[in-house]
């Protein structure tokens, strides 16, 4: 499986962006697709995952509400839609996939196989 994200960039605070991950290589529908960032000198954090389409959509806490994430089978593409960015959203942001993740270990950077090359997210104030 081979990932390219997309859509990164420069906002103000309270922008908005939408981050795209195309995959390649197998049927994304059937993987677990999530979406991490990681912050200068911080460890990788998880942010979004969805393990197949039509399934439940998991977010951590801090973009509840904020953040949307969603699929378009048809195009092998996940999306992250960003919404009422602020400064602790910038990160370098990564799609992963993997083939089967139990749902406890659905939010640790470990359990994914397969990563994209990362956007940058950068919020101003």
């Known amino acids: 499986v081979q990932l390219q994200a997309s859509g990164g960039g420069l906002v103000q605070a309270g922008g908005s962006l939408r981050l795209s991950c195309a995959s390649s290589?197998?049927?994304?529908?059937?993987?677990?697709m999530a979406w991490f960032r990681q912050a200068p000198g911080k460890e990788r954090e998880f942010v979004a995952a969805?393990?197949?389409?039509?399934?439940?959509?998991y977010y951590t806490d801090s973009v509840k509400g904020r953040f949307t994430f969603s699929r378009d089978n048809t195009k092998n593409t996940v999306f992250l839609q960003m919404n009422r960015l602020n400064p602790e959203d910038t990160a370098v942001y990564y799609c992963?996939?993997?083939?089967?993740?139990?749902?406890?270990?659905?939010?640790?950077?470990?359990?994914?196989?397969?990563w994209g090359q990362g956007t940058q997210v950068t919020v101003s104030s």
């Open positions: 290589g197998r049927d994304s529908s059937r993987l677990t």
């Open positions: 992963a996939a993997d083939s089967g993740i139990i749902l406890s270990a659905l939010r640790q950077a470990s359990s994914y196989d397969y």
């Open positions: 969805n393990r197949r389409s039509g399934d439940m959509i």
